[in-house]
Nanobody, 122 residues
Framework: QVQLVESGGGLVQAGGSLRLSCAASERTFRNSLMGWFRQAPGTDRTFLAAITWSNGGTYYADSVKGRFTISRDNAKNTVYLQMNSLKPEDTAVYYC???????????????WGQGTQVTVSS
């Protein structure tokens, strides 16, 4: 059972930055992906970004392109989400997830983290 543990959430003012981390207990799939989602109160969980362990290929939702950057550290089994120019509407619980393919990851990830709260004040 793969465990994903997020960290780095918190309270930040609008325009500020945060970097989230997601540490995986192991990499189960040779060419799997890790991704980030978020869920604000009363809304569905939405996909933000993903990265492949093998070659670092990335995918982004249009809503965060240019502001958020996903990266990985293979040696640490850790994925990061650098979030810049944060807005109050970015306030949400942010979740890390893992899946074998981008289709699996975006539709129904195999593993989820417990989430970390990000609050952006105006």
């Amino acid at each position: 059972q793969v465990q994903l543990v997020e960290s780095g959430g918190g309270l930040v003012q609008a325009g500020g930055s945060l970097r989230l981390s997601c540490a995986a207990s192991e990499r189960t799939f040779r060419n799997s992906l890790m991704g980030w989602f978020r869920q604000a109160p009363g809304t569905d969980r939405t996909f933000l970004a993903a990265i492949t362990w093998s070659n670092g290929g990335t995918y982004y939702a249009d809503s965060v392109k240019g502001r958020f950057t996903i990266s990985r550290d293979n040696a640490k089994n850790t994925v990061y989400l650098q979030m810049n120019s944060l807005k109050p509407e970015d306030t949400a619980v942010y979740y890390c997830a893992a899946g074998r393919t981008i289709v699996v990851l975006t539709a129904n990830p195999t593993y989820w983290g417990q989430g970390t709260q990000v609050t952006v004040s105006s």
